[in-house]
């Protein structure tokens, strides 16, 4: 995925090819093509970050089961995190304005959406060692249940702010 660019543009046939020859044509289907690569990649992100919130749900479930109702409370507020965060990316503005929407995404703020897309699937993947953690402290029956959730809530609570910092990139809010 470190070429997000080419995740559309790499299955066009020649016809579609020779249509964006058409003067005026090659940068409408140019952005529309980062629409879809756009799409595509949320879709992905999102369905990442819900295996994660089925697992924990797991653990929650295998918890209760144990009676450790104070570790499933600490665990829902990451769940709860992920869940908001999945949602919100799922339901995203695209990385790309058409000419009539209100809110204009510029070719340096496409860059830095797709520095916060890559950024994303490394959470993603930060997130599944957290989560792991968790569901080894959970069958350890030590005392690292609570240094475990704690770093799955940070993580969680890094996933949501780095989903407001790119929905800054798209409204123009943001610097960075």
Same mark, same amino acid.
């Given at each position: 995925?470190?070429?997000?660019?080419?995740?559309?543009?790499?299955?066009?046939?020649?016809?579609?090819?020779?249509?964006?020859?058409?003067?005026?044509?090659?940068?409408?289907?140019?952005?529309?093509?980062?629409?879809?690569?756009?799409?595509?990649?949320?879709?992905?992100?999102?369905?990442?970050?819900?295996?994660?919130?089925?697992?924990?749900?797991?653990?929650?479930?295998?918890?209760?089961?144990?009676?450790?109702?104070?570790?499933?409370?600490?665990?829902?507020?990451?769940?709860?995190?992920?869940?908001?965060?999945?949602?919100?990316?799922?339901?995203?503005?695209?990385?790309?304005?058409?000419?009539?929407?209100?809110?204009?995404?510029?070719?340096?703020?496409?860059?830095?959406?797709?520095?916060?897309?890559?950024?994303?699937?490394?959470?993603?993947?930060?997130?599944?060692?957290?989560?792991?953690?968790?569901?080894?402290?959970?069958?350890?029956?030590?005392?690292?249940?609570?240094?475990?959730?704690?770093?799955?809530?940070?993580? /969680?609570?890094?996933?949501?702010?780095?989903?407001?910092?790119?929905?800054?990139?798209?409204?123009?809010?943001?610097? /960075?």
């Amino acid at each position: 995925m470190e070429n997000l660019k080419d995740l559309v543009g790499s299955g066009k046939n020649g016809f579609q090819k020779l249509i964006e020859k058409i003067p005026g044509i090659r940068g409408y289907k140019q952005k529309e093509d980062r629409r879809d690569t756009d799409k595509i990649v949320r879709e992905t992100i999102a369905k990442r970050f819900e295996e994660q919130w089925t697992r924990i749900g797991a653990i929650q479930r295998d918890l209760i089961k144990k009676g450790d109702l104070a570790a499933v409370s600490e665990l829902e507020t990451a769940a709860l995190k992920i869940r908001q965060f999945t949602d919100r990316i799922k339901n995203a503005s695209y990385g790309y304005a058409g000419m009539m929407d209100v809110v204009k995404v510029d070719d340096a703020a496409l860059e830095q959406l797709y520095d916060y897309d890559l950024y994303l699937f490394k959470l993603s993947e930060t997130l599944q060692e957290s989560v792991t953690a968790v569901e080894n402290a959970a069958s350890a029956n030590d005392n690292s249940m609570a240094a475990a959730t704690d770093a799955l809530v940070k993580v /969680s609570q890094d996933c949501v702010t780095a989903y407001n910092r790119r929905a800054e990139v798209i409204t123009g809010t943001i610097n /960075s």
